[in-house]
T-cell receptor, first 114, second 114 residues
């Protein structure tokens, strides 16, 4: 069965620090990968996605993620975080042979100190 | 573009009572999902519809949960009878198709069972 693991449940950074959130999935076939973000009091929204092609994908608000197939990883990065990036971040994966059901990780709660 | 609408936003019920949630997806979206998000965890897929047919309901506790999507548009999720462990946020999401497109989420319904 598909599964997604996110390594850090809570991360605290100061503004301008660099961010990397880890995500690993367990599925051997072709997958579609997503990072979603949930800002305080708001609904989940897409940050970026990977389907095929360039393994380095860029999303909104300066976020990027790199798909490393050999490591089954899709880590999220941002070179310099802002206070407004305080949110919960979820990695998700779906796969065709799984009926394209989207499985989410447990989430990483990021707090950025001003 | 109107987003995914859910109601109610909050619901408090006693255990063994029944409750129903409603979701109106984005117009034209064929795929509709119901997720359960327990505090501190990522969203867990309960059921996925493609138009008005069920694609996956493997994690739906069918002895107490039921869902329908009449006419392939709106959907309702029902719990009868509720248990304390059903306390969670119930998220509805929709997408144009189940594979390569992102899912758009509603605000969710926060259910508290006392």
């Amino acid at each position: 069965a598909q599964s997604v693991s996110q390594h850090n449940h809570h991360v605290i950074l100061s503004e301008a620090a660099s961010l990397e959130l880890g995500c690993n999935y367990s599925y051997g076939g072709t997958v579609n990968l997503f990072w979603y973000v949930q800002y305080p009091g708001q609904h989940l929204q897409l940050l970026l996605k990977y389907f095929s092609g360039d393994p380095l994908v860029k999303g909104i608000k300066g976020f990027e993620a790199e798909f490393i197939k050999s490591k089954f990883s899709f880590n999220l990065r941002k070179p310099s975080v802002q206070w407004s990036d305080t949110a919960e971040y979820f990695c998700a994966v779906n796969a065709g042979t799984g009926g394209f059901k989207t499985i989410f990780g447990a989430g990483t709660r990021l707090f950025v100190k001003a | 573009e109107a987003g995914v609408a859910q109601s109610p936003r909050y619901k408090i019920i006693e255990k063994r009572q029944s409750v129903a949630f409603w979701c109106n997806p984005i117009s034209g979206h064929a795929t509709l999902y119901w997720y359960q998000q327990i505090l501190g965890q990522g969203p867990k897929l309960l059921i996925q519809f493609q138009n008005n047919g069920v694609v996956d309901d493997s994690q739906l506790p069918k002895d107490r949960f039921s869902a329908e999507r009449l006419k392939g548009v709106d959907s309702t999720l029902k719990i009868q009878p509720a248990k304390l462990e059903d306390s969670a946020v119930y998220l509805c999401a929709s997408s144009q198709n189940p594979g390569h497109t992102e899912a758009f989420f509603g605000q969710g319904t926060r259910l508290t069972v006392v």
